[in-house]
């Protein structure tokens, strides 16, 4: 549904916002099951979420304030993803931090579709 309305503005940050999150998904499911794939997961999720952020800022596909937020999420996820090797962070920490995170998210989103249908 979020393709269908991307394209209609900005077909490349359609494709990119489509292509990031497909492996935001495929080393998600992989990190659910091997923990070294943590780091990149988070990674992964911080460039699917920068593109999408600022394709909603830009465009106003879905609120703008979202979209700003969604930019500041893949701040710290990148930030996470890198400085968690050197100060040595649990990974199991950090992906229940960051599912719970993705889960808050992903409402925002949808009560966002809700009140734009």
């Known amino acids: 549904m979020l393709q269908v309305r991307h394209a209609t503005l900005r077909s490349s940050g359609a494709i990119l916002g489509t292509a990031s999150g497909m ?6 499911i992989a990190a659910s099951a091997n923990a070294s794939l943590v780091v990149p997961a988070l990674f992964v999720r911080g460039v699917w979420w920068w593109t999408i952020g600022k394709l909603w800022y830009e465009t106003g596909v879905l609120p703008r304030l979202l979209g700003l937020a969604t930019m500041i999420l893949a701040a710290i996820a990148f ?6 090797a050197p100060m040595g962070m ?4 950090l992906w229940t931090s960051e599912r719970v995170i993705l889960g808050l998210w992903t409402l925002a ?7 734009r249908r």
């Open 79 to 84: 930030g996470a993803a890198i400085a968690s």
């Open 23 to 28: 492996a935001t998904i495929t080393v998600g």
């Open 90 to 93: 649990d990974t199991a920490i």
């Open 109 to 115: 989103v949808a009560f966002a579709l809700w009140r």
